[in-house]
Every structure is written in structure tokens, then in C-alpha cells.
């Protein structure tokens, strides 16, 4: 078991209900440039394409008022069997502290896709909620952030966007 999954097992293991049982994990290792999608009141909240992730995030159908979790930094997440709980790690090495956001299993969905570059690619996530809340984060498709794994553990909550 690594030093990532260890941890946040025991912070999971301190916000679980009863019953609920841990699934997997995955650190979302860093926030997206603002370069990547930014939104302007003088075009009327209009997304501006910087690039593929503002298009997927105009497909997506966000309303910029919407996001939540703005400029989040160092968030990682716990599957349950119950719900997705998104937290935020501190301190010079990964220590989970705060907790984020926790959504039920039925009330949201992952959208992502993978983005080829030197190195580990880059993994994109929009994370919708049925209330039209959103959040999106990058990570790394590595094993040191249990990329696959983690995608695997939301099940049908995970929606891949393809290329």
C-alpha cells in the first residue's frame, strides 16, 4: 500500500458513515492553468476556447456562475461504495487535510479525457453535479496518483470524453 493511499484511507476512514466502505483513491495533482479556460462578463459568460478543455468544458454545458471550488490547489479524492469526497492536501509533503465537497454516487458524473504530452500524459476531469454545480482539475496518468484505478472506482459515474 502506497504512502498516498495510506493516509487517505484514514482521512476517509474518519468522515465515513456507517456502512460505508472504501473503494479507491486518486490525487488530482494539479489545478488547470488559467490559460486553459477563463470566462468574461463582457462576452456575456461566454467560455473562451483557449484550447481543448475550454471546448469540452462548452460542450459540457457549465455555467461559469456555477463552478465551485474555484483555484482549488492540492485536492485529491476518496471513493466509497456511497460517494465521491474531494479533499485538499497540505504541508510540504502530501498530508489530506480539509474536506472539499462530498457528493452521492447518483447526483454526479466525471467527465474526462486524456491529453498526449512528454512524459506521463495529461488526465482532464470535469466533475458535474445534477444541480448544475461543476469543478474540473488535471492530473497525471501515473500510478503515483492511481490514475486508472481511480476512474475504474467511480464505475458508471466515470464518463470518458474519448480523445
Do not use: C
Not at 463552478?67 to 485529491?76: A, E, H, I, S
Not at 462530498?102 to 479525457?113: E, G, Y
Not at 500510478?143 to 464518463?159: H, I, Q, S, T, W
Amino acid at each position: 500500500m502506497s504512502r498516498h493511499e495510506r493516509l487517505i484511507r484514514a482521512w476517509f476512514e474518519e468522515r465515513a458513515r456507517p456502512g460505508e466502505a472504501f473503494v479507491d483513491w486518486g490525487v488530482l495533482a494539479r489545478y488547470p492553468q488559467a490559460d486553459h479556460a477563463s470566462f468574461s462578463a463582457a462576452e456575456g459568460h461566454r467560455i473562451r476556447l483557449a484550447d481543448a478543455r475550454g471546448a469540452r468544458l462548452a460542450a459540457a454545458g457549465v455555467v461559469p456562475e456555477s463552478r465551485v471550488l474555484p483555484g482549488v490547489t492540492d485536492p485529491f479524492a476518496a471513493v466509497s461504495d456511497q460517494r465521491l469526497i474531494l479533499g485538499r492536501s497540505g504541508g510540504f509533503r502530501f498530508t489530506p487535510r480539509e474536506e472539499l465537497l462530498s457528493l452521492d454516487r447518483p447526483t454526479f458524473r466525471v467527465l474526462w479525457w486524456d491529453e498526449p504530452q512528454p512524459g506521463p500524459d495529461k488526465r482532464h476531469l470535469i466533475v458535474q453535479v445534477d444541480d448544475g454545480r461543476w469543478w474540473d482539475t488535471s492530473s497525471l496518468v501515473h500510478d503515483n496518483v492511481n490514475a486508472d484505478a481511480f476512474l475504474a472506482a467511480l464505475g458508471p459515474n466515470a464518463v470518458h470524453l474519448g480523445g
